[in-house]
């Protein structure tokens, strides 16, 4: 209180600074402690079912590995085929999907807050989430298959460019929204356009978190069966191109498991070690790079 009878509002900030200040009393320490414990513990039990089908695919599957399954098509008994057909079918699918959901992402977080169109554009991409693979798979099916009247690896890019696409804009907007308002405050001020500071300022502050959704995208794509069934169905020699019926990992895998002789059932695991590698190496690429433009 001040000598006029008045409450100084800059005590009121000293004594809450001196409160932040103060250590924890013992009810709050064994409270944080045991929320700390119980993440943890909680944390290792989401781990154990992971890690049991690593180690599951790794102990069956490790003892199936031969060199030339890496350059011999699956007629021959390799996977060579079978592996240029998923990296061609995910990079069409990423071409297709990267673009338009980033762009889309951008549109929904920076220039369309609250806007009848964005709404719109969330209720769609919201629905695009919840739609099955094989539903996809269906309608890529009857809009380019039976259009050019073959299975062709562009179809198959192209339906997994639509399973990509909402993960890419959910996770393209959801990163944008996570960057503070000052940054883009601290732009306008030293004289930035709109494009500009979104594009080179929290563009560039987002890109880990959209380069996770990415990430997450094309594990999902590359793990799918069923659209590519439909539309890039398989072959057991090397493709013509991209307008003609192309192998992949993931019904390579369905077909392995179809087989009735046990040592082509046996090559699931080996066959699920390749694609889960993959899936790894284009991870750890892409952070690298991320980490070196940082």
Same mark, same amino acid.
């Given at each position: 209180m001040t000598k006029h009878g008045k409450h100084n509002p800059g005590n009121k900030s000293e004594d809450l600074a001196i409160e932040l200040l103060q250590p924890l009393s013992g009810r709050r320490l064994i409270f944080n402690y045991s929320m700390t414990a119980i993440a943890f513990i909680l944390s290792l039990v989401a781990l154990v079912p992971l890690l049991s089908i690593v180690w599951e695919i790794l102990t069956r599957g490790l003892s199936g590995i031969k060199l030339e399954m890496f350059w011999l098509p699956v007629i021959d008994d390799g996977f060579a085929n079978a592996i240029l057909g998923t990296i061609k079918m995910v990079a069409i699918a990423s071409a297709i999907s990267i673009p338009v959901g980033v762009m889309t992402g951008i549109f929904l977080a920076e220039f369309s807050q609250g806007s009848h169109i964005a709404k719109f554009v969330r209720f769609i991409n919201t629905i695009l989430t919840g739609v099955p693979s094989i539903v996809v798979g269906i309608f890529v099916y009857g809009i380019i298959v039976i259009t050019f009247k073959q299975f062709s690896a562009f179809a198959g890019g192209f339906a997994l460019a639509v399973i990509m696409l909402p993960v890419i804009v959910l996770a393209t907007e959801e990163a944008l929204k996570l960057i503070p308002n000052s940054l883009r405050l601290a732009s306008a001020s030293l004289g930035g356009t709109r494009l500009q500071t979104t594009f080179c300022i929290? !563009?560039?502050?987002? !890109?880990?978190?959209?380069?996770?959704?990415? !990430?997450?995208?094309?594990?999902?794509?590359?793990?799918?069966t069923a659209p590519l069934i439909f539309t890039a169905l398989f072959s057991l020699n090397w493709s013509d191109g991209l307008l003609s019926p192309t192998a992949s990992m993931s019904v390579l895998i369905f077909n392995l498991y179809n087989e009735p002789s046990p040592e082509k059932t046996a090559l699931v695991w080996t066959a699920a070690i390749v694609l889960l590698c993959l899936v790894l190496f284009t991870s750890l690429l892409s952070r690298t790079l991320i980490s070196k433009r940082k």
């Open positions: 929290v !563009l560039t502050a987002a !890109l880990p978190g959209i380069t996770t959704g990415i !990430l997450l995208a094309i594990a999902r794509a590359a793990g799918e």
